[in-house]
């Protein structure tokens, strides 16, 4: 079981930025938790329109890479622009491999 993370900003995010953000999340990740548990434990699709994206979570390396990746959202967009929500509990089919979502 995993946990689907879903972001969603209050206005508009270049997806390429928002993709940049998680790369450098998953980077740092990597660099505590080695790249392949990382890579095992974390995947995201982002939104074409820039309005949201998801992140799915499957264990410790891929909630430090969360961790990272809405301390560099604070930075890029503010802490009060953009929403949280943890849906628990789900399987992994639901998020697709890494990359933009349409």
């Known amino acids: 079981m995993s946990d689907i993370v879903r972001f969603t900003f209050a206005g508009r995010i270049d997806p390429t930025e928002l993709e940049d953000d998680l790369g450098m999340a998953i980077f740092a990740a990597e660099c505590l938790h080695g790249g392949p548990k990382t890579r095992l434990e974390i995947s995201y699709a982002v939104d074409t329109a820039g309005t949201s994206c998801v992140t799915e979570i ?31 509990g789900t399987t992994r089919a639901l998020v697709p491999s890494t990359g933009t979502a349409s």
Request: charged residues 15%; aromatic residues 6%.
């Open 58 to 88: 499957g264990g410790p390396a891929g909630e430090a890479a969360v961790q990272v990746f809405m301390g560099l959202l604070g930075v890029r967009c503010g802490t009060g622009q953009f929403t949280v929500e943890r849906l628990a």
